[in-house]
């Protein structure tokens, strides 16, 4: 090797970014029309802009910019009032803000004609454009491309596909947009960006281009000291043209660094180069990113699927689309709804006919304990810690934030699929999130923070038929058919609900004397319903008092009231009126169970006020068990105190969190 490769000086300043190369002055979109020939173009890759025909639309005001870009950023998902008015004004809107961004969404309309349609969808707005060329997807689409390709070896393609990619960003993305945009989005774009470049560098590396990127890497090391990949690919540029000191100082110097900013020592894929640097290791196709990601066991942690999955085709086709593709930023995406509605039964068959998206493992873990209660971050993390290869005895015994730091340098930079399963709320959450590019498929009854309503599934119950279908596949569709009305009435007496009714279909199928109507028979009498349906370790009773085991005594009481609730929704005022509650008290309490998913909203009366409706099965459990934890007698004041109190005052510390 020759020293032929630009000396390491004439660093750019810290926190500078990186040149971007300006795009070219035209496109090609996937139907290999040119600029002119696409109807429309969306840009958000630099200034956020549209273009018609080749010409660039007046769009006036960083506030128009703001929603355009919001709205396709969503990807054809609905963008609401609230999330608009949070990206305008932030946290001090102003008390016009609905007709604001009404006034805003109509200009716009205008000013893009009849090639983009934006739809009123409460609870926001949506971008309708189809076969417009939008830069952002183009861009992921050939950084996919160029992925692929190298994972494949196929190097001057991969290098090819992800120069386009990177050719696309015009400047800083969303250069134009309200402050608030920026915080929310620019972050993940250029996070995706550098990953791109870090692919389109590998490659040239695996092309024998060590030459040509040393100048550039040295620069982008200097404004990212902290992005392991790139200061390992440097260390090969330099190895390769025969400064093997220099290679070597790169390390140190970045050992340095990750100690004093962030308190740890490098991880997996910088480690791996040090020691090919010193071994003389790093010739062509030995670089640290074909090794990443590739070395210590491939996890594979998914229980086994529990039978048919009936009637979730849309929930299933949309986590596909979901889990179906690679993105170079971390992906959370909630499954919920109430107790036995199936949400496990939905997450573990997406992830399974997704796995080969996650080339280095599917990893699972129960947050609830055998005893109910939701299970201490800190054992969780063990758990995971293993599965990846770590084999310290003591990991259990850890400091929390030792085994964050040491999960997530694991983690980093692999592709992995992570199922949280019951997860209690977001302080339990919180400190099992991987680093990117893992997805993360969670289901809670609960709705979370850290999740955005986007990707969040709320499972509604089944259909009849699904229902049906359901109950035919454990128990038989032919005895179904024998008497199909009193199946119906199974379906119904079930409440619609998945695991009640594979309860059912589990007696009829260890029963076979057992008839359709026999069994509807049993399930007619309200107050025998919820011990009929147990089978086995399956007790229906005993999943759906879990979500009230967590809560508190107000609650408890409120959730007692309940049993008293007839079919129709009812209002806060009828649970206060109970109870001796305030309308706000009582409100307050509702609110709470429907966020443990013991209750769900059904719309509002005719003044604006919450109306709330009770699954039937839920109506029993209430009525069959003293849940009321407060003195009948109490204080009224010490009641409405307790209900009008903050959630978090009232919340139960998850064990072990910290």
Same mark, same amino acid.
């Given at each position: ?54 010409? +660039? ?51 716009? +309309? ?90 389109? #560098? ?11 990127? %040393? ?79 590739? %070395? ?5 942690? @998914? ?84 599965? @990846? ?36 709320? &977001? ?21 979370? =923070?850290?999740? %955005? ?21 454990? =128990? ?8 199909? &009305? ?14 009640? @009714?594979? #309860? ?16 509807? =028979? ?132 998850? %064990?072990?969190?910290?």
């Amino acid at each position: 090797m020759t020293e032929s490769c630009p000396p390491a000086h004439s660093r750019p300043r810290r926190g500078d970014n990186p040149p971007i190369t300006a795009s070219p002055t035209f496109f090609i979109c996937r139907n290999g029309r040119t600029r002119r020939g696409c109807p429309m173009e969306f840009l958000v890759l630099g200034p956020v802009e549209a273009v018609r025909d080749g010409e +660039r639309v007046a769009l006036s005001g960083s506030k128009i910019h703001t929603v355009l870009a919001a709205m396709l950023l969503a990807q054809d998902r609905v963008v609401s009032d609230a999330r608009l008015s949070s990206l305008l004004w932030g946290w001090d809107p102003p008390a016009t803000a609905s007709a604001q961004i009404y006034t805003y969404m109509s200009r716009l +309309r205008k000013q893009l004609g009849d090639e983009a349609d934006i739809v009123r969808r409460p609870p926001g707005y949506m971008l309708r454009a189809p076969g417009a060329l939008i830069d952002l997807h183009e861009f992921r689409q050939l950084a996919r491309d160029g992925r692929r390709a190298l994972a494949e070896r196929r190097f001057e393609e991969a290098s090819e596909s992800l120069r386009r990619a990177m050719r696309l960003w015009r400047g800083p993305a969303l250069a134009n947009v309200t402050e608030h945009l920026l915080d929310a989005e620019l972050a993940p774009l250029e996070e995706e960006r550098m990953l791109a470049l870090e692919s389109r #560098i590998e490659a040239d590396l695996e092309l024998g281009r060590h030459e040509q990127v %040393t100048a550039e890497l040295t620069g982008l090391v200097a404004s990212f000291p902290v992005r392991e990949r790139l200061r390992a690919q440097l260390m090969t540029a330099l190895y390769r043209c025969g400064r093997q000191a220099d290679a070597l100082h790169a390390y140190y110097e970045g050992r340095g660094v990750l100690a004093e900013q962030l308190g740890i020592d490098p991880g997996e894929v910088l480690g791996w180069t040090y020691q090919a640097v010193l071994g003389g290791e790093l010739g062509l196709g030995r670089t640290a990113g074909a090794r990443a990601g590739r %070395t210590g066991p491939v996890p594979s942690m @998914l229980p086994a699927s529990d039978g048919e999955l009936v009637g979730r085709e849309h929930e299933l086709r949309a986590l596909r689309e979901r889990l179906g593709h690679e993105e170079p930023t971390q992906r959370r995406i909630l499954v919920t709804g109430m107790a036995g509605i199936g949400k496990t039964a939905l997450a573990v068959r997406a992830a399974a006919e997704n796995g080969e998206h996650f080339p280095d493992g599917l990893l699972f873990a129960e947050l609830r304990g055998s005893d109910g209660a939701p299970r201490a971050p800190r054992a969780v993390l063990a758990q995971l810690l293993r599965a @990846l290869g770590e084999s310290d005895p003591n990991l259990p015994a850890g400091d929390l934030d030792e085994l964050v730091r040491l999960y997530r340098t694991r983690t980093a930079g692999r592709r992995l699929l992570l199922v949280l399963d019951n997860v209690s709320g &977001d302080r339990q959450l919180a400190p099992l999130l991987p680093a990117g590019p893992a997805a993360v498929l969670i289901t809670s009854r609960r709705r979370l =923070a850290r999740v %955005t309503a986007g990707d969040t599934f709320a499972l509604p119950l089944l259909d009849e038929e699904a229902g049906l279908d359901l109950l035919a596949a454990r =128990a038989g569709r032919q005895r179904l058919l024998e008497d199909p &009305d009193r199946a119906e009435d199974l379906v119904a007496y079930c409440g619609r609900l998945p695991l009640a @009714l594979a #309860i059912a279909g589990a007696r009829l199928a260890a029963r076979p004397h057992w008839t359709a109507a026999r069994l509807a =028979a049993r399930l007619a009498d309200p107050a025998a319903r919820l011990a009929e349906l147990a089978f086995g370790d399956l007790d229906l009773s005993r999943v759906l008092g879990s979500s009230v085991e967590q809560l508190g005594a107000v609650e408890r009481s409120v959730f007692g009231a309940l049993g008293g609730a007839a079919g129709e929704p009812f209002p806060a005022r009828w649970a206060g009126d109970r109870l001796g509650l305030s309308e706000e008290a009582a409100e307050n309490a509702l609110e709470s169970l429907v966020d443990a998913a013991l209750l769900e909203l059904s719309g509002l009366d005719d003044q604006g006020r919450p109306l709330y409706h009770c699954h039937e099965l839920v109506r029993l459990l209430a009525a069959a068990a003293p849940w009321e934890a407060l003195e009948p007698r109490g204080p009224r004041e010490q009641v409405s105190a307790l209900a009008l109190a903050p959630a978090a005052a009232r919340d139960t510390p998850v %064990t072990g969190a910290g």
